[in-house]
């Protein structure tokens, strides 16, 4: 297809723009050739016209399309152009924040001038082992490459980093060698990974400053090689520097610095031992303040200082070393200050003020002499022929020598630190492999270029030609290996302008002559150039206004270059003489160190030479002693080192970074276009993109192609051949067969060629979309139509219904008003005559009425006269009467008013009683409530001390009740004496007082009478009064009960809620104390590997023969031998000496190895001890859970006494149990030491040694217990306290109504004093008796105390005198454990002597009980010698026995018949009824059941045909045998090998599923057996009675069942390591590669970097692949009989693996950030949760690893425009992090045309409405995280004494028993 017919309306071209360099336009018609304008409209609107070049007729260049915008590869883009890859990094930078792009091989990188969270340990994981193209381009991504292609190909790699100034080359130079740091690891001991990172902050500090473009610019190149060993573990390092720019040192423009480490010194001025140099602000100095800007704004100086410092100590440079360079680099700075002051007299002289003091500072510093110092820069040495001059310098003169010494000395302690630091990093073994990393200045253009300039511009079209010669190289390959034919590709070649640098009589040539000449200047030189080169080469030009430069046409752009300063800076001169001053420094030896290449040159021998010239002897012959090294030119080193570092580079595989400067102001996130355009053309990228442009950008392989333009295909071109397919539409879609060519995997495309089939395919599309509308539209309309229809018809209906109802209704209302009016008129005429005749009635009515009233009132009035006459008469007689009447009810009021106040004051006196009581009684409910409480509380206390004394009472009750009788008599009878006198003297006095208120009475009598009716009255209405008080106090005593109730029940609910919320936290506090420690478990599992592989690599060593020499075939052992040495010589540095030195003295290396050994278990049990004090504080953490839930359930007092009694019993036991074990193993340790005397008993390895190992370690576990108990004595205690005081409590809240009930009965004020008093009494009694118990309890508790620190002190002297009698002969070991005996008796009785000492009888009792002791203890004594010489004659009698049987067998049973003869003729299965569930074997062949049980057996055969968990069930029943026979040694023997031969056939088949799983299974079965038949009552609980019977009598497995449960961990652990291994290359692959639902997603363009196919190809993993793998875990699992719980958690941590490896692949890949596999995502967890749901495992919580990426793939396919769907999007996404939802926004890509961006500002909205979330910034999921695991207890119901054991386990040595 013609370029021309792509040009039609509403195609998008670019124009060109003087501020954006390129604008879009759309075409507003069509082009025809011909045509001179092109008619446009740009993104604002606006038309214009863009003319053509009638020449050229060259059209503006295409844009891509949309869809294919955001590529993370530009060669993946249709139209490959200036524009489309300046659109295309803009939008990844702008919109995306993507700083990584592809091009080709080159990795575009561009400074963000921000923080971004991409360089974490978790991304460098994600990237590890990932193919390039499978990934989001990154840094990364370019060091695995680098790193896999060294390892497959066997090549050394380069990575060369290049850009601007301020780029960010340094760190991505940086960040490579982390990658390297971290994946590959260290192949020693010492950190060489670290002492590589440290490098950085060292060459920064020294070789960094600040720039206007860069605050931390390298001003100098550097090549870093990182060396590899054959397992490509880094090994070492080693680094080369180009070009630093010395003249920074004594010049810097304005708004820069210096280099860096001189600002940190004078920030760390403060520090004591920086107080010798003197230093002050870094304004005070002249060579720090010249760019008027000493601080970097966010930049500590002071702290960069002790990073440096701390850095230098990691790579080995001394403290002293520091100080030495510290104090050179602040002699630079105070030579800086050193004012040079010019003669007046002659201007050619000048001198320095004597005494001048920063010139006195530098020679302190440095240790010269001062007045030779002070001499030499003020004057020079002139060598000729014959003779030697000295002479003055002018004052410009010696200023520019004083700054070349400063320079020069700053650039010897450069190239000393860089000499040091790769000292430190060279590698101690074989260099195998390497990979470099070049960060190098990029192409520089200032106002005025000048030396440096030259040599960078240099230096990059030498990089710039390689580059340029690898692509081309890359693309004839590619064609090559897919025989495509190869035409020759025409790019720019710069060897002309190399050619013009470096050549014979080249700039650099004429140069060196130049600095050669006696009187060579600048200008000459520009006048050679311009002789030599203008107007012969086309790349040299003048400029035309000045004769001291020259322009060099670069592969960038065109240069400038000043000519001025060219061979001053070439020559790099430093006068000698002043070297030699400083060489004669006595103070600092580093100096000489800095200098010692040099040569010494002349220098005054006869004190201080004369200002006149002065001749001395002829110096020609020292003269030509310099070598030619010393004599060669900046410029020729520089060449020179140039074509090594090519000459590197071409023998290794390069990759590139192209590091791009968005903008100049340093601003985040922001693209300036015309710098970034001028970078692009400056790195080469646009250089790439123009080479592969003129081939075959374009690349898709055959399926790619097929599965993305189907669409383009009819049913009839597809073949079964995709090849013959794609030929054959490819065909019939592009005509002409140029624009593409068919290889051997791919189809290639020219440029543009990939966007015209984009075209074509969207519009299929759109044609489909559109015709699918028609269709969709055109049956909604017709749908439409007849809904329309039908509603038309109905409402005709209903309208012609209505209208015939309408003339039905005017009918009948017609008619019937004809019947009205005939009715109406009827009414009328009717109405009409009723009123004619009503009038008549109603005249005659009125006539006679009349007539009638007028009598009748005459009648009337007769009768009114005769009525008025009777009231009158009436009303005068009751006059009368009422008179009377009134008077005599008043005399009745007086007399009852009288009587009433009578009443009423006697009412007044009971009123006045009872507000009295009620006052008294307000403080004393109170009271009384309280006493009432605390006499309940001591009652019962009471209660509990009186059962405790009634039995001695009961002693004494015989003896005086005699007594008691007489007493009570007596006392009788002095009662009612005392009784009857008092009731005489009371009587009287009480007649007395009667009297005298009887004649109060009778006098008050009246005057009561006389106000008896007043105080009535006022009596009434004060009872009225009183009783309304007394209902408002009643309401408010119901009021504060009612909110005393509620408080109490908000105080219950507050509570809950709060042991609520403390449980939880107490399970996550559990939980992460879980995780904890079982990540410290799987840690000491590491060191136990480690630590079995350092003993068989020691017992190697011992094998090997002494001067034995390995070859490179036994690297890997030569390693481990030398860690060894390094660990065990004194010198790290010499491990070839201490290699020799083993190999000469093998016995000193044993004794060596056998120190190592120990150091190794010393820690091993120094870890155990960790282990066993996180397991201590796991345990104590579960109890304190389970107490906080069982707090309000405790028991009462009494039955917490008995508990504890019961405990104490129990221990009691334990402690007797543990002192017959301890009996028994000094009887152990007696009969090892009596069998060999020797000296060798006490070595280490010997029987004797091994139970003194035993016997400490127990007595140290012993000590431990103890300790254990007193803790559990003490917080019972505690928790006895605590419940009483809630019982209390709980009490005082139940029972306020009842004190108040029973305080409103008591009536009488003196029962009340009576009830106060006998309260306060008992109060007193029981106060008293609780103080007597709380001084008991503080003694018992004392003595407890002063008992266990007697036991402590009692084991450790038990120790002491094992140990010493361990040492002492066999005879005097029993004199020496009695004499010991004899004082520990002694030491004790002198104690309860002076213990007892106020208490004889106490000591008299307590010398009785320990009489009777020594007399058991001797008994004791003499029954276990006579048992120890019994059984010893057994022994003996039963030893000669066996001997003399063996030796008759042998000789009279020959071999055939002990090969036929059955071992055991009893036929075993018989005996069923009496079988015990225990299994008998001997010692000796214990190995044979370890290895035929453990290690040789199949798991396949026994978990298809056998019981699930026969081999636990198999060893719990030996178990048992050794329990039941009491055979401790028997029990730790077998155990002790059962978790040997397990670890040994887990670490030989670590990575096999099914035999992890097997055990981990039997491992559970075991510790679940352990629990089930120990005999604790928490275990017992499921079991039948014969189970019980089964349980373990003698012995005490709890600690190795804490073993078990470990090692069951580890097996965990383990299987999960092999899942994650299964699954990991399945998951990617599975869940997003693939295309489950075919069709829905379809795969856009790549580029060069192409990614895994979503194809099922063969290999390729399915969806269906992960599910078969977790039915095959699944199924097998469930055929070892393992847990269902267990199994719960093993799938939820698979689900958890699949779900985060997704979901961190989906965050680091921008294709998979679609609509499309959004779909296809949330289809795969479907299935997974279709899975969960088939095996019954909802409840696992599997279900809930998947939520984030659930939500991840949500967020995909949710709309995301409005604020509403921001909000949607927040509440939605509640387990994915801030970080996580923008990065997904940020990478979300349309695949098709129909869908659309996200917006930045929608993204910026996200933001803000989740900047309150609190959740981790870090982006990717932990992958290797782990849950941590229980083993609930599962018991079994399967009856020990059922189990049979097949023939095939071969294990018929076992007796059932």
Not at 694 to 721: C, H, I
């Amino acid at each position: 297809m013609a370029a021309s017919e792509l040009f039609t309306k509403f195609a998008r071209v670019w124009i060109p723009d003087t501020e954006d360099v390129w604008k879009s336009a759309e075409l507003l018609k069509d082009y025809k050739p011909g045509d001179t304008v092109l008619h446009l409209k740009l993104e604002d609107d606006k038309e214009t016209q863009h003319k053509i070049d009638p020449q050229t007729k060259e059209l503006p260049p295409l844009r891509n399309p949309d869809i294919l915008v955001g590529e993370n590869d530009l060669t993946a883009l249709s139209y490959l152009h200036e524009p489309a890859v300046l659109h295309n990094l803009k939008v990844r930078f702008m919109d995306s924040k993507l700083i990584y792009t592809y091009c080709g091989i080159v990795l575009v990188a561009i400074n963000p001038y921000e923080q971004l969270p991409i360089y974490g340990e978790d991304i460098i994981n994600a990237y590890s082992g990932q193919n390039m193209g499978d990934m989001d381009p990154h840094i990364f991504a370019v060091a695995e490459e680098a790193y896999k292609q060294m390892a497959r190909d066997e090549r050394n790699q380069s990575i060369i980093v290049s850009g601007e100034s301020g780029a960010g080359k340094t760190v991505s130079a940086k960040y490579a060698m982390r990658y390297f740091a971290t994946v590959s690891g260290s192949a020693s001991e010492a950190n060489v990974e670290e002492k590589v990172l440290a490098s950085n902050p060292i060459m920064e500090s020294i070789g960094n400053a600040k720039t206007t473009r860069n605050d931390n610019s390298s001003r100098f190149g550097k090549y870093i090689e990182i060396g590899f060993d054959k397992r490509y573990r880094i090994i070492g390092a080693n680094m080369r520097t180009y070009l630093l720019e010395k003249s920074r040192v004594v010049f810097q423009a304005e708004d820069e610095r210096n280099y860096h480490i001189l600002y940190q010194l004078c920030a760390s001025k403060h520090l004591p031992e920086f107080k010798a140099l003197r230093l002050s602000h870094a304004q005070n100095f002249h060579y720090t303040n010249l760019g008027g800007s000493p601080v970097i704004e966010g930049i500590d100086d002071a702290k960069e200082m002790r990073n440096t410092r701390q850095a230098c100590s990691l790579l080995g440079i001394n403290e002293s070393y520091q100080m030495g360079i510290f104090h050179i680099l602040a002699a630079v700075l105070h030579l800086g200050n050193v004012a040079i002051k010019s003669n007046e007299r002659d201007a050619d002289n000048c001198f320095i003020l004597p005494n001048t003091e920063h010139l006195i500072i530098f020679c302190d510093l440095l240790g010269v002499d001062y007045e030779q110092m002070a001499h030499w820069l003020c004057h020079r040495k002139i060598v000729t022929g014959s003779e030697t001059y000295i002479k003055p310098m002018p004052k410009f003169q010696a200023i520019n020598a004083r700054d070349a010494l400063a320079k020069h000395i700053y650039a010897s302690v450069f190239n000393w630190i860089v000499h040091h630091v790769n000292k430190a990093l060279h590698a101690s073994i074989k260099q195998h492999s390497f990979i470099g990393v070049l960060d190098i200045y990029g192409f520089e253009t200032f106002e005025i270029n000048s030396f440096e300039q030259f040599c960078i511009n240099y230096a990059n079209e030498k990089l710039q030609q390689q580059f340029n010669m690898h692509v081309f190289k890359l693309e004839q390959e590619e064609y090559m290996k897919e025989q495509i034919p190869w035409t020759l590709i025409d790019f720019y070649d710069n060897q002309p302008c190399i050619n013009l640098i470096e050549a014979k009589l080249g700039i650099l040539d004429l140069l060196d002559e130049e600095c050669k000449m006696p009187r060579g200047s600048d200008d000459t030189w520009a006048q050679k150039l311009y002789n030599t080169h203008l107007n012969k080469t086309t790349l040299f030009h003048k400029p035309r206004l000045s004769n001291k430069a020259f322009i060099i046409q670069h592969f960038a752009d065109k240069v400038e270059y000043q000519c001025e300063g060219f061979l001053e800076k070439n020559k790099d001169t430093v006068y000698e003489e002043q070297i030699t001053v400083l060489k004669a420094s006595k103070k600092l030896n580093l100096l000489a160190e800095l200098f010692h290449d040099e040569k010494p040159a002349t220098s005054p021998t006869e004190g201080r030479p004369s200002v006149a010239r002065a001749t001395v002897k002829s110096a020609k012959p020292r003269a030509l002693q310099p070598s030619k090294e010393h004599k060669k030119s900046v410029g020729h080193q520089f060449r020179n080192s140039l074509h090594l570092l090519m000459e590197t580079l071409n023998a290794t595989t390069p990759h590139y970074v192209r590091c791009i400067k968005p903008n100049d102001d340093k601003f985040a996130f922001t693209f300036d276009p015309k710098r970034a355009v001028q970078q692009l053309r400056a790195c080469g990228v646009l250089e790439t993109i123009r080479i592969s442009a003129a081939g075959f950008p374009s690349r898709w392989t055959y399926q790619e192609f097929f599965n993305r333009y189907r669409v383009l295909m009819k049913q009839k071109d597809v073949l079964s051949d995709k090849k013959l397919t794609c030929r054959n539409v490819l065909e019939k879609l592009i005509k002409d067969q140029d624009k593409y060519q068919f290889g051997k995997t791919k189809i290639f495309f020219r440029a543009g060629q990939v966007a015209y089939l984009e075209k074509l395919r969207a519009d299929k599309l759109r044609a489909a979309c559109i015709r699918i509308q028609k269709t969709i539209r055109s049956w909604l309309q017709r749908k439409k139509y007849l809904r329309m229809r039908k509603a038309a018809i109905t409402i005709q209906r209903y309208v012609r219904g209505y209208q015939a109802k309408c003339y039905a209704q005017f009918l009948r209302r017609t008619r019937a008003a004809i019947l009205i009016q005939k009715f109406q008129r009827m009414y009328s005429a009717w109405q009409k005559f009723l009123r004619i005749r009503s009038a008549t009635i109603v005249i005659q009515s009125f006539v006679r009425g009349f007539r009638g009233r007028r009598q009748f009132k005459a009648i009337l009035r007769e009768q009114k006269a005769i009525i008025l006459q009777k009231h009158v008469r009436s009303w005068m007689a009751r006059s009368k009467y009422k008179r009377t009447h009134h008077a005599i009810i008043y005399l009745q009021c007086c007399y009852r008013r009288m009587m009433a106040k009578r009443e009423l004051k006697k009412l007044k006196i009971e009123a006045r009683s009872v507000e009295h009581y009620k006052t008294l009684n307000i403080g004393m409910e109170n009271k009384i409530m309280q006493l009432q409480c605390k006499v309940n509380d001591q009652t019962k206390e009471m209660k509990s001390l009186l059962e405790k004394l009634s039995g001695l009472e009961t002693t004494y009750t015989n003896e005086t009740e005699k007594l008691r009788t007489e007493v009570d008599r007596l006392r009788a009878n002095e009662e009612s004496a005392k009784v009857s006198s008092n009731k005489i003297t009371s009587l009287m006095e009480e007649i007395v007082i009667l009297r005298r208120e009887l004649k109060e009475t009778q006098a008050q009598k009246k005057r009561l009478e006389e106000g008896a009716d007043k105080y009535k009255a006022e009596t009434d209405l004060m009872v009225s009064q009183l009783k309304e008080q007394n209902a408002l106090l009643k309401n408010e005593k119901e009021e504060l009960n009612r909110q005393i109730q509620e408080q109490a029940k908000e105080i219950t609910e507050s509570m809950e809620k709060r042991m609520e919320e403390e449980t939880k936290q107490l399970e996550i506090d559990l939980n992460d104390e879980r995780s904890r420690y079982q990540s410290l478990l799987n840690e000491f599992c590491r060191l136990e590997e480690r630590y079995d592989n350092l003993k068989e690599e020691i017992s190697l060593v011992n094998v090997t023969k002494p001067g034995h020499r390995r070859t490179d075939s036994t690297h890997s052992s030569n390693e481990s031998e030398y860690t060894y040495n390094s660990l065990l010589s004194s010198d790290p540095g010499e491990p070839e000496d201490g290699t020799r030195r083993m190999e000469e003295f093998p016995e000193q290396k044993g004794a060596l190895d056998m120190s190592l050994f120990l150091k190794l278990q010393k820690r091993v049990s120094e870890l155990e001890q960790e282990k066993q004090a996180l397991q201590e504080e796991l345990d104590r953490k579960e109890d304190q859970a389970l107490r906080s839930k069982a707090k309000e359930a405790e028991d009462q007092g009494v039955k917490a006494r008995g508990a504890e009694l019961e405990y104490e019993s129990l221990k009691r036991q334990e402690l007797e149990s543990e002192n017959k074990k301890l009996k028994n193993e000094l009887n152990e340790l007696h009969r090892a030491l009596s069998e060999k005397a020797s000296p060798a008993v006490t070595a280490p390895g010997s029987p004797a040694y091994k139970v003194l190992l035993d016997q400490l370690t127990a007595s140290s576990e012993e000590l431990e217990v103890r300790k254990e108990e007193v803790l559990i004595l003490r917080s019972q205690l505690v928790s006895q306290k605590e419940a009483m005081a809630h019982k209390e409590s709980k009490e005082t809240m139940t029972e306020p109504m009842v004190l108040l009930e029973d305080i409103c009965k008591m009536k009488d004020q003196g029962e009340i004093t009576q009830a106060y008093m006998g309260l306060k009494e008992t109060n007193r009694l029981l106060e008293s008796q609780l103080q007597g118990q709380k001084k008991n309890y503080e003694n018992e508790l004392e003595i407890l105390h002063g008992e266990v620190q007697n036991l402590k002190e009692e084991i450790n002297r038990q120790q002491q005198l094992l140990a010493q009698n361990l040492q002492l002969p066999p005879e005097a070991r029993i004199e020496a454990s009695l004499q010991h005996e004899i004082t520990r008796l002694t030491n004790e009785n002198l104690y309860y002597e002076e213990l007892y000492a106020d208490d004889p009888m106490k000591y008299q009792f307590y010398r009785i009980s320990l009489y009777k002791r020594i007399i058991d203890l001797m008994e004791q004594l003499e029954k276990q010698d006579k048992t120890v010489r019994k059984l010893k004659k057994q022994l003996k009698v039963f030893a000669k026995k066996i001997g003399e049987l063996e030796v008759g067998q042998t000789e009279n049973v020959s071999p055939a018949q002990l090969a036929d003869e059955p071992i055991r003729p009893v036929n075993i299965p018989r005996k069923e009824k009496d079988f015990q569930g225990m299994l008998e074997y001997k010692k000796d062949d214990e190995l044979k059941l370890i290895k035929n049980l453990i290690l040789e057996l199949k798991p396949r055969g026994v978990a298809v045909n056998l019981i699930p968990g026969l081999p636990a069930y198999i060893l719990f029943m030996c178990v048992r045998h050794a329990d039941y026979i009491n055979d401790d040694q028997r029990v730790r023997s077998l155990l002790t090998s059962t978790i040997n031969g397990i670890k040994k056939i887990l670490k030989k088949r670590s990575d096999d599923f099914e035999i992890v799983s097997f055990w981990l299974s039997n491992t559970c079965r075991f510790l679940h057996c352990l629990k089930q038949y120990s005999g604790e009552e928490a275990f017992m609980k499921h079991n039948t009675p014969r189970q019980n019977d089964h349980c373990l009598r003698n012995f005490d497995l709890a600690e190795y069942r804490q073993v078990i449960s470990d090692l069951a961990i580890q097996i965990y652990q383990q299987l999960t390591k092999v899942m994650e291994n299964v699954l990991q290359p399945m998951i990617v692959s599975g869940m997003l590669e693939h295309e489950t639902i075919q069709g829905v997603s379809g795969l856009k363009p790549t580029g060069l970097r192409k990614r895994t196919s979503s194809v099922a190809d063969e290999g390729t993993y399915t969806l269906d692949s992960i599910v078969r793998q977790l039915n095959n875990f699944h199924s097998t699992m469930c055929q070892h009989g393992m847990d269902p719980e267990l199994i719960k958690q093993i799938v939820k941590q698979m689900f958890y693996i699949i779900g985060s490896v997704t979901l961190n692949n989906l965050l680091l890949r921008k294709d998979m950030c679609s609509w499309s596999k959004g779909m296809q995502i949330r289809y795969n967890v479907s299935q997974l949760e279709e899975w969960l749901r088939d095996k019954n495992l909802q409840t696992s919580g599997a279900k809930e690893t998947l939520e984030p990426l659930i939500q991840a793939a949500q967020l995909l396919q949710v709309k995301k425009k409005t604020d509403e769907d921001a909000e949607a999007i927040c509440s939605m996404c509640s387990a994915l992090t801030t970080a996580q939802i923008v990065k997904v926004l940020n990478l979300y890509t349309p695949v098709n045309e129909f869908e659309e961006r996200v917006t930045a500002s929608f993204i910026r909205t996200i933001q803000v409405r989740l900047q309150n979330r609190k959740d981790s910034p870090q982006l990717l999921m932990d992958a290797k995280h782990i849950f941590p695991v229980t083993f609930p207890f599962n018991p079994s119901s399967l009856a020990l004494e059922s189990i049979q054991i097949p023939s095939s386990m071969n294990l018929g040595f076992l007796l059932r028993v």
